[in-house]
């Protein structure tokens, strides 16, 4: 045996040394990387469901928001109504007021006349009254004046 030949055979003795410490770490390694594709295979098994249910809860969000937008669009036709119902009253609430106006000025005008006249009837009854409450004072002064001078004489 030469010595490349021992060098050589104590190569591959180191070589297989290498390989036989290397080799447990990949068994190691081997076992680490089928437990992760088994947690990931479970976890692939777990959300696929639960994937489903989501994707249901959401049809069913979207149907309900659907309805939503119906019920809304039925609310604002109701108050697209009820604001031209609103409308309507308002012209009719105005119309009543200019109509009492109109009345009010028909009537006052008459009351306000029969009122001046009654106060004048009453003043001029008064006025008469007075006339002749005066009248009669007169008189009463005049009979005692002329008792007076019948007295004299």
Do not use: C, W
């Amino acid at each position: 045996m030469s010595y490349g030949e021992v060098a050589a055979l104590i190569a591959a003795i180191a070589f297989a040394m290498l390989v036989l410490i290397l080799t447990l770490p990949i068994l190691r390694l081997r076992h680490t990387v089928d437990a992760a594709t088994r947690m990931i295979n479970d976890l692939n098994d777990r959300t696929t469901p639960l994937l489903g249910d989501v994707n249901t809860t959401v049809k069913n969000v979207n149907t309900a928001l659907e309805q939503v937008q119906t019920s809304l669009d039925g609310v604002n036709l109701q108050l697209a109504k009820v604001d031209t119902m609103t409308t309507h009253a308002q012209n009719v609430t105005a119309n009543v007021a200019n109509l009492a106006a109109v009345v009010s000025a028909a009537a006052a005008n008459p009351l306000v006349k029969v009122a001046a006249f009654g106060y004048g009837v009453r003043k001029a009854a008064a006025a008469r009254r007075h006339a002749e409450d005066e009248r009669e004072a007169r008189d009463i002064i005049k009979q005692r004046r002329r008792a007076a001078k019948r007295t004299n004489r």
